[in-house]
């Protein structure tokens, strides 16, 4: 680009550039040779900034990453330890307890052995008994108390990791060999820059702005401009690098701090939804049911059990009852798949029948007789005690609630306070060292 050129592009820049230069007038037709340079030093400095601007724009957005991926590490670790701790929950005698009893049941239809059948309702009938005989042992508040204390201490664990060195081989500013890839780099970068100053400029005139991009294309087109003004981008970023480096250096070896953890201090509100003492009397009420019921069985096959059924001994699939019915508690219920109720022909009063009902129908049905193996009718009784193992079930399922929210805030707060913790170190890390530090998490992880 002749000087002739630039002083004429330096004229139509003049409106665009706050700090920029002076608007030139008939008088200044004759300018000396060393304002044209100075005007053409201003302007190169000024694409200079744009192009610093733009640069510190791209390390920002790596230091965002970087530190996004080790708390997202670090989230990660923390629900895993939430998700072992509540294994210890489900099985923690303080903790309100349920059966996961819809998933037993359709298990028990791909059993064949009758006695395995009645063994397995036997457990699950047992298990509630226990639920019911173990309220008086419930301390919600302080088992919560306790699984926070371990979650603190777990996650202050990981602060046996180190920061790894820098990357021993860390990625400098290339210079591409091909020459026109060199000037398309070039021009295209220089775009970058002129579009961020273009969209934060206020424009008071469209045709301005026009006139403006007009000659910012002239300038992308001559390819001693660019190559001029890329150099002093390159350099520029080979600095910025360095000092990217010098920073990574700094943090080395240094210990992985999370600082003071936040302790639980909120309050469980703990609430008992039904009266025991008649969950106890339905449940004493099943059980006569459930001898009626093994007696069918044993004397009319498998096929007795599930005479609500009309479906049974149909294949439905492959899922292995031993894999998970054996567990006598709801450490299994698995909330991710959904189960059909349990059906049998009682008609039931709108909404449900409630406890005290589901108390009379059951003793109604257990006062119907049964004359053993040369008995017939003996469906009501089938249907009758499904209809009271899904009530009993129902009803000790939802004996007790509480509101886990005030725990959930606690974890949250913990979320908030690691990852401020981790922030500066992490934002000072080379892509190297966050690469080994989440590895090192995920090592931990694999301990739990």
Not at 100 to 107: G, I, K, P, Q, T
Request: glycine share 4%.
């Amino acid at each position: 680009m002749e000087l002739e050129d630039f002083s004429s592009l330096t004229q139509a820049l003049d409106k665009a550039f706050e700090h920029g230069l002076r608007m030139q007038s008939e008088e200044e037709a004759e300018r000396t040779q060393a304002e044209v340079e100075k005007d053409k030093a201003d302007y190169e400095a000024y694409i200079k900034a744009l192009f610093i601007d733009q640069l510190r724009t791209e390390i920002l957005d790596e230091q965002e990453r970087n530190v996004s991926r080790v708390q997202q590490a670090l989230e990660d670790y923390s629900d895993a330890v939430w998700e072992s701790l509540q294994k210890g929950l489900r099985t923690d005698p303080r903790m309100p307890r349920s059966i996961n009893y819809l998933e037993r049941y359709h298990a028990l239809q791909k059993i064949r052995d009758r006695s395995a059948v009645l063994e397995r309702l036997k457990s699950t009938l047992d298990l509630a008994s226990s639920i019911v005989q173990g309220d008086k042992d419930l301390h919600i508040q302080a088992a919560l108390e306790e699984a926070s204390q371990s979650y603190r201490e777990i996650l202050k664990g990981l602060e046996v990791l180190q920061i790894s060195e820098a990357d021993p081989v860390p990625e400098m500013d290339y210079e591409l060999s091909d020459e026109d890839t060199q000037i398309y780099k070039d021009r295209y970068e220089l775009g970058i820059a002129f579009d961020a100053f273009s969209r934060s400029y206020p424009w008071s005139d469209p045709q301005e702005e026009q006139d403006m991009r007009v000659k910012i294309q002239e300038i992308q087109n001559d390819r001693d401009s660019c190559s001029r003004l890329q150099a002093a981008l390159r350099e520029t970023r080979k600095e910025l690098k360095k000092a990217q480096v010098r920073q990574a250096e700094s943090v080395a070896e240094k210990q992985f701090i999370l600082g003071e953890l936040p302790c639980f201090t909120g309050q469980i509100i703990f609430k008992q939804e039904h009266n025991v003492q008649e969950i106890q009397e339905l449940l004493e009420l099943v059980y006569e049911s459930f001898a009626i019921f093994s007696q069918i069985v044993r004397d009319n096959g498998i096929y007795a059990a599930f005479e609500n059924e009309k479906s049974y001994g149909a294949c439905k699939g492959r899922r292995s009852f031993h894999s998970r019915f054996m567990y006598d508690s709801y450490l299994d219920y698995r909330l991710d798949q959904q189960f059909d109720d349990i059906p049998y022909d009682v008609e039931e009063d709108k909404g449900g029948d409630s406890l005290e009902t589901s108390i009379e129908r059951m003793r109604a049905v257990n006062a119907l007789p049964y004359d053993g193996l040369f008995e017939d009718e003996f469906t009501e009784h089938v249907h009758g005690f499904w209809y009271g193992f899904t009530k009993l079930m129902e009803s000790i399922n939802d004996l007790y609630s509480y509101d886990s929210r005030p725990f959930e805030h606690y974890r949250s707060e913990l979320r908030v306070t690691c990852n401020a913790a981790i922030e500066d170190i992490a934002s000072r890390m080379d892509s190297y060292q966050v690469r080994n530090l989440c590895l090192g998490i995920g090592r931990q992880q694999d301990l739990l």
